[in-house]
């Protein structure tokens, strides 16, 4: 994968298109926010001399269908080069489109069964157009079957090109901004404790959170180019973390805040960590992460990351939103998930840990 990083970094678009020549692009946004956000007008200002078929017909999380008729689109139009431009959803859409478009046929079997070795035709460009899921980073991409989550992992499905501008984000609204920088705040601290990180993840979560922590509440009050470029790279090292640690309890149970009471996912993220602070905590030195911060112990960071939740206007308790339903909030998290957690919990553990803030 090549990352450009860094406000303008757009402009290198033009430069791969020519050096590889690229003539036909299938371009994968948002239906609104890629006009509306003002997205548009930089990716056409690089694209001129390409004829390109553009896809929009998906929805927030994309579902099987959704790909199935990317992959229609994408053998008709037999691109040179797919790009996905958009929020986590368009960039895991146009992996999706990317990676499944050479097989026979696609149903719920492929996708459990998981991804195989294949020849692909195309090559990948993924432009983040919000500074949160880090998918432009990553080796998978989520869909949705019959309302259940699937998370599709295969080295091919890491992009050939990664252009990572602040610029691009721009004109994300306050609240958008809010829960997409929590969701990087929230996976550089849970990439930090899994089981799964390494020495090089832990210095990608770190690398994150010294772009992202001093910067949250600042360009939600008041956004400038400098604070945009520094969400954005912070998003992408927190994606390179996850990409090799993967992510832990707290996003394994925010999906049903999601799914049942349509917390957008940073926001549902960001309502669990707190909760995890200091459980996952106890036995573990994240001195580094304390330090980032500014704070002494694991409580004193669970009180300054609410500070921060309610800075932004995104802070809930789990207590002012669940209705009688803890019981199914803890039996739908992901047991592979689970594994990764630093700390093992019993039900009646995560019963008394949710029970108070
Ligand atoms: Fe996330």
């Not at 450009?4 to 791969?16: A, Q, T, V």
Request: with cysteine.
């Amino acid at each position: 994968m090549k990352s450009y990083l860094g406000n303008f970094s757009h402009r290198e678009i033009r430069n791969i298109l020519q050096k590889n020549q690229i003539k036909n692009v299938f371009l994968v946004t948002n239906r609104n926010s890629f006009t509306a956000g003002g997205v548009s007008h930089y990716i056409f200002q690089v694209l001129n001399g390409c004829d390109y078929v553009r896809f929009s017909d998906f929805s927030t999380n994309p579902k099987l269908e959704d790909v199935k008729k990317g992959i229609e689109s994408v053998l008709e139009c037999k691109p040179d080069l797919i790009i996905g431009v958009g929020g986590g959803s368009a960039m895991d859409m146009s992996k999706l489109i990317h990676h499944l478009a050479g097989y026979e046929s696609i149903d719920q079997e492929t996708i459990i069964s998981g991804i195989k070795d294949h020849k692909i035709n195309n090559q990948l460009m993924l432009i983040p157009t919000t500074s949160g899921s880090g998918s432009e980073a990553t080796r998978f991409a989520v869909v949705y079957i019959d309302g259940k989550k699937y998370s599709l992992h295969h080295d091919t499905i890491l992009p050939d090109y990664s252009i990572v501008d602040g610029l691009l984000t721009e004109k994300l609204p306050g609240d958008v901004t809010a829960y997409t920088g929590i969701d990087a705040i929230s996976q550089a601290i849970e990439s930090y404790w899994a089981n799964g990180a390494d020495k090089e993840s832990k210095s990608y979560a770190l690398k994150a959170l010294e772009y992202l922590v001093p910067s949250i509440c600042d360009v939600v009050a008041a956004p400038t180019p400098e604070l945009r470029e520094k969400m954005a790279l912070g998003s992408f090292y927190a994606g390179k973390a996850i990409d090799i640690s993967k992510t832990t309890l707290p996003h394994a149970f925010s999906y049903y805040l999601t799914t049942q009471y349509s917390f957008p996912h940073g926001h549902a993220v960001g309502i669990v960590l707190p909760y995890f602070l200091v459980a996952n905590t106890g036995e573990m030195d994240i001195t580094p992460i304390l330090r980032i911060f500014n704070v002494q112990s694991p409580p004193e960071l669970k009180t300054r990351f609410i500070a921060i939740m309610k800075k932004i206007g995104l802070y809930r308790s789990l207590e002012d939103i669940l209705q009688d339903d803890m019981e199914d909030f803890i039996n739908a998290v992901n047991l592979e998930r689970l594994r990764n957690n630093p700390v093992t919990f019993t039900k009646d553990q995560f019963i008394s840990l949710f029970a108070h803030e």
